[in-house]
């Protein structure tokens, strides 16, 4: 099995996988600094992913105690960089950022337990290194029809009337719109025939001990007749998702940069999955990595000039969570 390969190797073995129609999975990180991909039938059982109904391994429900604690940064850190980003903002250099931060945690879980219990739609585990359990799809491919699920704006859904406020909020459809704008002029790079399908739709998300609505929308295009043949290429040109850097794209993650103290990694990367004639993929976020100091959990959350630092702060810290 190859190690990780960098970003020009990457891109080219996805684009001669994809030519082969050979079944593969494939893995990039948040920069693209880092790609995997590899035949479905070597991954071996030390990587294990769920892509909707497609898996290579069993779910089992928890059945022991367990411990689960997480140790935010505190609430001046936080607010700090969330200035930064107004102020960027009012320059007129960005409109929407999404700024996510590390949590360290601390579970009684194996990271490889964690994945097994896991109930969510996105799933990949990593050789001990990483896991995601994520609710948001990127890009699926079927036949010649490509379609992406922005996902942004998320409430707890215990909040009287939680649907009816997140959908009515300003601040909320004009984030949303935003990256719905975005991510129609990626697929623009890609496809023709842009149509948006579904605009603000609200998913239910188990988050722990709680329930969070969430909202995505449904962007589709149409694709040339062999676009196997160029799936890294079509890739690197979408990544990273619009949903987890913001808008305008390239001059946000230039600020990204500047603000966010810690190198993403594979969070807010992508992983998916070619069946030799479909592709399907999700957004890696609800991500836990080991390191030498323990676990760390990535969570975030996009800004913009209507974002109330203390609202922002307690999204992102609802979303360090075990969906079991």
Not at 111 to 133: G, N, P, Q, V, W
Not at 292 to 309: F, N, Q, R, W
Request: glycine share 6%; with cysteine.
């Amino acid at each position: 099995m190859s190690s990780w390969l960098n970003h020009s190797e990457g891109i080219e073995r996805i684009n001669s996988l994809g030519s082969d129609k050979t079944p593969f999975l494939f893995i990039l990180s948040y920069d693209k600094s880092k790609i995997f991909a590899e035949p479905l039938d070597s991954l071996g059982n030390n990587i294990l992913y769920q892509l909707d109904g497609m898996t290579n391994h069993k779910y089992k429900k928890i059945d022991k105690l367990y411990s689960f604690t997480k140790i935010p940064l505190p609430f001046v850190e936080y607010k700090e960089s969330f200035e930064k980003i107004l102020e960027e903002i009012r320059r007129g250099n960005t409109y929407l950022l999404n700024l996510t931060f590390q949590t360290p945690i601390e579970t009684t879980l194996t990271l490889k337990e964690i994945f097994t219990h896991s109930k969510a739609r996105f799933k990949l585990y990593f050789k001990d290194e990483f896991i995601c359990f994520s609710p948001e799809e990127f890009i699926r491919i079927e036949s010649n029809s490509i379609s992406t699920y922005p996902m942004k704006g998320t409430i707890e859904a215990s909040i009287p009337n939680a649907k009816e406020k997140i959908l009515s909020n300003p601040k909320e459809m004009a984030e949303h719109t935003m990256i719905v704008d975005l991510m129609r002029n990626d697929l623009g790079i890609v496809g023709e025939s842009i149509e948006v399908e579904r605009f603000r739709y609200v998913d239910k998300i188990v988050a722990g001990d709680k329930e969070l609505l969430q909202v995505s929308s449904h962007i589709k295009a149409k694709l040339e007749d062999n676009w196997s043949e160029y799936i890294g290429s079509l890739l690197d040109s979408l990544t990273p998702a619009g949903s987890i850097t913001g808008t305008p794209k390239k001059r946000t993650q230039e600020i990204i940069k500047e603000i966010e103290e810690y190198d993403r990694g594979f969070y807010t990367g992508i992983f998916g999955i070619f069946d030799g004639s479909s592709l399907y993929s999700g957004v890696m976020i609800r991500f836990i990595e080991s390191n030498c100091s323990g676990l760390t959990y990535k969570s975030g959350g996009g800004v913009t000039i209507d974002s109330v630092a203390q609202d922002e702060y307690r999204e992102m810290i609802d979303k360090v969570y075990l969906p079991f």
